[in-house]
């Protein structure tokens, strides 16, 4: 999926609000690689100008976080912002 160069995420549980590629890379990612996160997609819905991705993350304790990604893609098809919850 393609994204807009000053795309958004957004981790509230996190209080993570990033913008960029760089930054994106840095904090979420960073976090990420920290916790020794595996992920496992379990389901991708699209509605519109959105697609929501229904993930769980297993955190090197083994501790299991649901996470749904709200992906907002905007009129050229890419993704502007992205939420975490």
């Known amino acids: 999926m393609p994204r807009a160069p000053d795309y958004k995420m957004h981790v509230p549980s996190m209080d993570f609000n990033?913008?960029?590629?760089?930054?994106?890379?840095?904090?979420?990612?960073?976090?990420?690689?920290?916790?020794?996160?595996?992920?496992?997609?379990?389901?991708?819905?699209?509605?519109?100008?959105?697609?929501?991705?229904y993930l769980h993350i297993t955190d090197k304790e083994g501790a299991v976080l649901d996470i749904v990604e709200v992906f907002q893609i905007d009129n050229q098809g890419r993704v502007s912002e992205i939420w975490a919850l």
């Open 18 to 53: 990033v913008e960029g590629h760089d930054e994106v890379r840095e904090v979420i990612f960073g976090w990420l690689t920290d916790i020794g996160a595996q992920q496992e997609l379990v389901n991708i819905v699209e509605f519109g100008g959105s697609v929501t991705c």
